[in-house]
Nanobody, 121 residues
Framework: QVQLVESGGGLVQAGGSLRLSCAAS????????MGWYRQVPGKQRELVAT???????NYADSVKGRFTISRDNAKNTVILQMNTLKPEDTAVYYC???????????????WGQGTQVSVSS
């Protein structure tokens, strides 16, 4: 079993910054990719940013130039640095990891419990 523990959410004024962190632990052979998604009530969960094991990143258009995703492979941790936050960034942010738990088995996607990010205008 794999656990993802998120931290760093909170309330911030528009234009401010927050840093989200997510640490994966448990039965991990390798982590193929890690990322962040967000969801607001009544809407589908949407991709914010992802990073694969080689370091290639992908961002939603709405956060490009403002958010930066990074990863510490040795610590199985992914960081989302969020700058110039806007009220429309308000959501519950979920950490995601695609994990292979044993050599030769198929990877599986795990999710964190979510952390609230609120941006006031």
């Amino acid at each position: 079993q794999v656990q993802l523990v998120e931290s760093g959410g909170g309330l911030v004024q528009a234009g401010g910054s927050l840093r989200l962190s997510c640490a994966a632990s448990g039965s991990i052979f390798s982590i193929n990719a890690m990322g962040w998604y967000r969801q607001v009530p009544g809407k589908q969960r949407e991709l914010v940013a992802t990073i694969i094991s080689g370091g290639t990143t992908n961002y939603a258009d709405s956060v490009k130039g403002r958010f930066t995703i990074s990863r510490d492979n040795a610590k199985n941790t992914v960081i989302l640095q969020m700058n110039t936050l806007k009220p429309e960034d308000t959501a519950v942010y979920y950490c995601n990891a695609v994990v292979t738990t044993r050599w030769g088995t198929a990877p599986y996607t795990y999710w964190g419990q979510g952390t609230q990010v609120s941006v006031s205008s």
